[in-house]
């Protein structure tokens, strides 16, 4: 059974960083992201990464968000800087046993495992 725990998330003001992590509990995943949905919002592709550590980013948060992996400790880390009041959303960790669509942005929220989700509020 496998189970992602996420951690981090919280409130910041605008300009500032958080650092969410997501651990893979009972398997090594190939594809490994996180997409966020704020209220009354669709469902958005954040950020994926293969198991070859290459990565995808939604445009709207590229050159502000990295995402990363450990494999021995079947984790990845989202650092999100430069945020802005319109990153505000609850950030859900999602998995997936296979390269599942190249763990593009677009397909994360598709994924076979999601997380409970983790809140980020960012004020202007």
């Known amino acids: 059974q496998v189970q992602l725990v996420e951690s981090g998330g919280g409130s910041v003001q605008s300009g500032g960083s958080l650092n969410l992590s997501c651990e893979a509990s009972?398997?090594?995943?190939?594809?490994m992201g996180w997409f966020r949905q704020a209220p009354g919002k669709g469902r958005e592709g954040v950020a994926g990464i293969d198991m070859f550590g290459k990565t995808d980013y939604a445009d709207s948060v590229k050159g502000r968000f990295t995402l990363s992996r450990d494999d021995s400790k079947r984790t990845v880390y989202l650092q999100m800087n430069s945020l802005k009041p319109e990153d505000t959303a609850k950030y859900y960790c999602?998995?997936?046993?296979?390269?599942?669509?190249?763990?593009?942005?677009?397909?994360?929220?598709?994924?076979?495992?999601w997380g409970q989700g983790t809140q980020v509020n960012v004020s202007s």
């Open positions: 999602a998995a997936d046993f296979t390269n599942y669509g190249g763990c593009a942005t677009n397909v994360i929220p598709k994924f076979g495992y």
């Open positions: 009972g398997s090594r995943m190939n594809c």
